[in-house]
């Protein structure tokens, strides 16, 4: 089974963070206002903001990842709203852009563990390709195709920017230019700090440089403990090979999340045209639509993969604080929730899983029935036998270790740490 293999895949990650580490990673990154961005970059961080490239004219990169929140989404909807009248609601929780430049591209270990990609499914392999698709998803930026995007592209201000670095000839290749677009992001989402900074709390404590309180000291030997949180056989906290620890090992998991009915694509009624009704054929107790991450409905080659379905990628807990909501689905609204969840989701499971009226409702109920058995229950905390893994207490001390992950602080000034307001005082 390579929901169990974690630790196999981890050095060959490492070992590809290691070599794109030189491309901006680092400890001690200074804030993006102290660095020269080169060209490329700097018109990347303008087509990140750019709100004209959509035809709504409302939503840009920024509009769902905001520096603020370590470039995830801002409040507590569990999905963003795009189209081509910023009224149609997406289908999944804006993950974070902060480190994603260390993911390898998506692969298979020789022990068959599925690692990499970007998105929660992994189906691209580079951050280029990742800027590229909200331009035309029809539930995003919704450009219809490239030559809407270029024909955007020719009436902004930076145009002389962009055919300096890329060419005029390039506005007459449509796919051309939505490739140099792409690449103009990533180029910003490389070189700028502020998205993989490694100056945490934890940054400083490993350091030398501060030390952690008896919580936070308590939260991250549970977090390592493989009999209680056993967090880190999947979000590693160690460094490695020179690259401080990333908290993902960028493979996949399927933990069983329960569904959430605040997503209109769970509404078994729902008419959107971009949902497909993939659970129709089942009948009760499945609903209508279910997203299976891996095996679609976003991702299509690895569809007749069917242990794959229901997992997702494994994200960073760098700046987790920041992140809320939780999980692919944004089912969770706090760290508290999350590690709770994971410490009692069997025994306690009518706390969790609920029909859309409220009602207690089946285990693992965003899955179809039959597919119940890829959920992870054989690693720590999942075992359904050694559940709970962890007190009341404990969990507080793990949120606490949690929340030192947050970038941006000073240990000179540790006073001036912008702590988030899900976390306790230091």
Not at 2 to 10: A, Q, T
Not at 139 to 148: G, P, R
Not at 419 to 426: A, T
Request: aromatic share 10%.
């Amino acid at each position: 089974m390579w929901l169990g293999n974690h630790l196999r895949s981890r050095n060959a990650v490492y070992a590809f963070a290691l070599a794109v580490g030189a491309c901006g990673g680092g400890g001690g990154d200074a804030p993006s206002s102290a660095v020269a961005l080169s060209p490329m970059a700097a018109l990347g961080k303008t087509l990140f903001s750019d709100r004209a490239l959509s035809p709504s004219g409302q939503q840009s990169c920024v509009s769902c990842h905001l520096p603020s929140r370590a470039f995830a989404s801002a409040g507590t909807a569990p999905v963003m709203d795009g189209g081509p009248n910023g009224d149609l609601p997406g289908l999944r929780n804006t993950p974070s852009l902060t480190y994603a430049l260390y993911a390898p591209p998506f692969h298979f270990e020789v022990d068959g563990t599925p690692v990499g990609g970007f998105f929660r499914d992994g189906r691209v392999n580079t951050l280029a390709e990742q800027a590229v698709e909200p331009f035309l998803n029809p539930f995003e930026m919704a450009n219809k195709d490239a030559s809407e995007l270029v024909s955007r592209l020719r009436q902004r201000p930076y145009l002389d920017r962009f055919t300096s670095l890329f060419g005029s000839d390039v506005l007459n290749q449509p796919e051309a230019a939505l490739n140099a677009v792409g690449r103009a992001i990533a180029t910003y989402e490389t070189e700028a700090p502020e998205f993989h900074r490694f100056d945490s709390k934890f940054d400083a404590y490993t350091d030398g440089k501060v030390s952690f309180s008896a919580s936070e000291l308590n939260g991250l030997r549970l977090f390592n403990d493989t009999t209680k949180g056993n967090c880190a056989s999947c979000h590693p906290s160690q460094a490695n090979g020179g690259v401080p620890a990333l908290f993902t090992d960028f493979t996949y998991d399927n933990l069983g999340v329960p569904r959430n009915a605040a997503i209109p694509a769970n509404d078994d009624a729902n008419q959107l045209f971009y949902v497909p009704h993939n659970g129709t054929a089942l009948g009760d107790p499945d609903h209508v639509y279910y997203d299976l991450g891996l095996c679609g409905p976003l991702r299509t080659d690895l569809a007749a993969m069917t242990s794959l379905c229901g997992a997702f990628k494994v994200p960073s807990l760098r700046n987790v604080a920041l992140t809320a909501p939780y999980f692919h689905n944004g089912e969770m609204a706090t760290l508290h929730d999350v590690v709770g969840y994971y410490v009692t989701r069997n025994s306690d499971a009518a706390h969790w899983y609920h029909a859309p009226d409220g009602m207690p409702d089946r285990l693992y109920n965003d899955l179809p029935a039959w597919l119940k058995g890829n959920v992870n229950t054989h690693e720590m905390p999942y075992i359904p036998a050694a559940q709970p893994a962890l007190s009341a207490t404990e969990i507080d001390d793990v949120v606490a270790f949690l929340c030192t992950l947050t970038d941006g602080f000073d240990p000179k000034n540790p006073g001036a740490y912008n702590q988030p307001d899900q976390c306790p005082n230091p």
